[in-house]
């Protein structure tokens, strides 16, 4: 048989974050890897999709969505960023903000054009920019420095290729917030090489210590060629629903519409509904509480980890943590991830998911986005490390 599978298989692997899970399962531990968050969903949020389900919302949507969803996060946005958008031309509701995302890359990406990541990065940016056969560009944050980054490592990065940088704040897997400055600095960078920027802000409501999340459109000059992209699946718990959304100015939105039309059609109809009536019926004690109840969960965990000897980078934002494990056996963090679930049960990420090129093995990931029993567990059971 001369049949075989299509190039792009080799660009797209199984990721170690779901290897880690399949094991975890295997051994019966307690899953820290994945980011499933297992968090109560909002009431109003079930009932929404229940009544939705109950009264028929069985067909398809318009293919960006339903127009009071499509009203719900715009309203949102604003109220959170001070960033306005029109309901009707510039949101998309795609299958999560994966779907957005990998729509958004169709839309404004050429075979060849490079992206600007920066690293440690989350794995599905980089499998999603070289599904499109784009070229991810790495520019490296300093663990030591507050995951910093220095803006000659941008230009020496930069050529006439780039078309676009991606940004993720709070950023999955280091839980870097990109301040006011930093972001006014990429602002400045982004216009003056005429980029794109990629902004996805999954976790804007998981952000810790009285910082604030700050959104890349909002940015003197930068909305017209900002892309942000958020969801529902973190704030809302419901990483299963698939509800996510691109916001940017309509001569993209367009475009990244007719993407989403084409592989999905459109989000689940009464899941949409669902969503929609959390974010009507929630108000700032529903986010202002997200965020403390995983700044206490947060906290526990890291105080854990510390006492386990993995020195924790303890994080700004997001609901990971990227532990030290220096003085774990194991030549790889692949192999340090192994020992840590076979001493302790507990199931992590190694750190070099999260690196393009042998960095990152001396770190683990964790996720802490688990109910307070379960990371209590975890927490008791890491101890064995000592
Ligand atoms: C940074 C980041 N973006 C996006 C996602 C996925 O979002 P969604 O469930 O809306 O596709 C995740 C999930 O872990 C994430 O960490």
New binding site residues.
């Given amino acids: 048989m001369g049949l075989s599978l299509g190039e792009r298989c080799g660009l797209v692997m199984q990721s170690d974050i779901r290897a880690m899970s399949i094991e975890c399962a295997r051994m019966g531990g307690i899953n820290l890897s994945?980011?499933?968050c297992d968090t109560p969903v909002p009431p109003v949020v079930l009932q929404g999709a229940a009544d939705a389900v109950m009264q028929g919302a069985n067909i398809y949507t318009h293919h960006t969505g339903i127009r009071e969803l499509r009203e719900a996060i715009v309203a949102k946005q604003r109220r959170f960023t001070g960033v306005a958008f029109d309901a009707e031309r510039e949101v998309v509701v795609s299958?999560?903000?994966?779907?957005?995302?990998y729509c958004a890359f169709q839309a404004l990406l050429n075979r060849g054009d490079e992206v600007i990541v920066f690293e440690p990065f989350?794995g599905?940016?980089v499998s999603t920019l070289r599904a499109v056969e784009a070229v991810p560009l790495f520019v490296p944050l300093d663990p030591s420095d507050g995951w910093s980054f220095r803006v000659e490592a941008l230009e020496a990065a930069v050529t006439p290729k780039t078309k676009a940088l991606l940004i993720?704040t709070p950023?999955?897997?280091s839980g870097k917030v990109f301040s006011c400055d930093e972001l006014a600095l990429l602002a400045e960078f982004a216009i003056r090489h005429d980029l794109f920027v990629f902004t996805?802000e999954?976790?804007e409501h998981f952000v810790f210590g009285g910082l604030s999340h700050v959104s890349m459109a909002s940015m003197p000059g930068m909305r017209e060629r900002t892309i942000t992209?958020?969801?529902?699946?973190?704030t809302f718990s419901v990483?299963g629903?698939?509800?996510?959304y691109a916001l940017c100015d309509p001569r993209w939105a367009a475009s990244i519409g007719y993407f989403n039309d084409l592989f999905y059609v459109c989000a689940a109809s009464p899941l949409q509904v669902g969503v929609t009536a959390g974010l009507r019926l929630l108000g700032d004690d529903y986010y202002h509480g997200l965020a403390a109840e995983y700044e206490v969960r947060r906290d526990l965990f890291c105080a854990a980890l510390a006492e386990a000897g993995l020195e924790p980078h303890v994080p700004q934002g997001?609901y990971?943590v990227l532990a030290g494990t220096e003085r774990l056996p194991g030549a790889t963090a692949r192999e340090k991830a192994m020992h840590i679930l076979r001493e302790t049960g507990v199931a992590s990420v190694p750190g070099s998911a999260f690196y393009h090129d042998g960095g990152g093995e001396n770190l683990v990931r964790f996720c802490f986005a688990k109910e307070s029993h379960v990371l209590e567990a975890a927490c008791e059971k890491l101890l064995k490390l000592r």
């Fill in positions: 994945q980011g499933v299958a999560g903000a994966t779907g957005a995302m989350y599905y940016h993720n950023a999955n897997p996805d999954m976790y992209i958020s969801g529902l699946s973190k990483t629903w698939r509800i996510g997001a990971y």
